[in-house]
């Protein structure tokens, strides 16, 4: 019966995130607490450096988010969600057994949610009207590099692939190579660089072009994460040092990259025609404003397709984005046992 609320948790990574999100959409509380910080020295993700750092903020990120929602204790919400998958297993189990904990304590629906169809439900969450289904998902995260076409809940068809690295993974190393923050993911600090950069300084190949397929392939494939390794070995130490440099590395390999995007995606719309006619951008690349601006949008260019995309902060990891997905499979009357078996580090 509607309209009611989930409380939603997501410890997949090295994000502590929670929501309490309202049947009809509304975001009633969220709370993260992010591990930028503990895993800068490392250069990257330490599952457990992560599964304790999980274990140390989950129950105040339940409290907070809770209290934003102007609730007291669990025992007010309908039904308790978590992400069981894909993952890191340690850190998945550590918000799993406390969705668990709180939906037996206190009697509530549970709902086992994958994280990427979370990731690209959360669409339907940020857009009004919602997108109806079938619509075409890019879903660029650390750990995925896919289109797909979302059939419904539960149903989604992988029309292309990375063939190598995810997109997101590409970016962290290549941040790594110019030596940037990459804590929370390399991303961020690369797109900033990239925006003082020329994005012809390194010529640099985009990748696949004329391969008639949809995958994809950032690393390997005409060797784009190669040829920036070798500009960057091949320069001088003075010329890395300098900041025009960097920033047109940086620019460059963005540019190769999303101009790599732009044409599966354009191979995509001209074979599938106008059915579906939207497309979802989703994960945490999502959040890069260039991807943004460059990915077709029906208006500017005449593609057939109306662009979706939801707020950075909700592209990115979050708790919001498994209430939400949780919520979606409750209206259709879809509960999981209460259960820390439910958790799959791989899960297709
Ligand atoms: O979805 P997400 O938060 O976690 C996974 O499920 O993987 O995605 C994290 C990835 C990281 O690789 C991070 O560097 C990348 O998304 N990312 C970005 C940006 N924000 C996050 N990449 C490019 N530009 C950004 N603004
Ligand atoms: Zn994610």
């Known amino acids: 019966r509607e309209p009611f609320t ?29 591990q930028a910080e503990l895993h800068e020295a490392w250069g990257g993700v330490v599952p457990g450096i992560a599964r304790d750092a999980h274990r140390d903020a989950l129950g105040g990120a339940v409290e907070l988010a809770l209290r934003r929602a102007g609730l007291s204790s669990a025992a007010e919400v309908d ?19 406390e969705a668990v904990r709180l939906a037996t ?39 995925h590099c896919q289109l797909l076409l979302t ?19 590409a970016y962290d190393k290549v941040a ?30 985009v990748p696949m072009r004329n391969k008639p397929s949809f995958d994809f392939s950032l690393a390997y494939h005409r060797r784009l994460k190669t040829a920036v390794r070798l500009a960057v070995e091949r320069a001088s130490e003075e010329e890395r040092a300098s900041p025009a440099f960097r920033a047109g590395v940086a620019a460059s390999f963005q540019n190769a990259a999303l101009r790599h995007l732009e044409m599966r995606l354009t191979r995509a ?12 951008l ?24 109306r662009m979706v995309v939801p707020p950075p902060r909700l592209c990115t990891d979050n708790g919001v984005m498994v209430a939400w997905a949780a919520a979606e499979r409750l209206k259709l009357g879809l509960t ?13």
């Open 6 to 34: 989930v409380l939603g948790i997501e410890t997949s990574c090295d994000d502590t995130g929670v929501a309490v999100v309202r049947s009809d959409g509304e975001i009633l509380g969220e709370a993260i607490a992010s």
């Open 79 to 97: 039904a308790v969600a978590v992400t069981v998958g894909p993952g890191l297993e340690i850190c998945l189990r550590v918000g799993c057994e």
């Open 105 to 143: 304590a206190h009697g509530k629906a549970f709902v086992a949610v994958h994280h990427l169809e979370a990731h690209v439900l959360m669409a339907r969450l940020a857009c009004h009207p919602p997108p109806p289904f079938p619509f075409l998902t890019l879903l660029t995260s650390g750990g």
């Open 151 to 169: 059939r419904g809940i539960g149903d989604h068809q992988v029309i292309g692939s990375t063939l190598d690295d995810a997109l997101g993974e």
């Open 176 to 205: 790594r190579l110019l030596e940037l923050p990459v804590g929370g993911g390399g991303g961020p600090a690369l797109e900033s660089l990239a925006r003082e950069g020329d994005p012809s300084a390194t010529p640099l190949p």
């Open 269 to 280: 719309r001209d074979s599938l025609g106008c059915a579906p006619d939207t497309l979802v």
């Open 282 to 305: 989703s994960g945490g690349v999502a959040a890069n404003a260039e991807l943004r601006r460059r990915t077709p949008s029906p208006r500017d260019d005449g593609a057939p397709w």
């Open 336 to 348: 999981d046992a209460p259960d820390v078996e439910h958790v799959r580090a791989r899960w297709p």
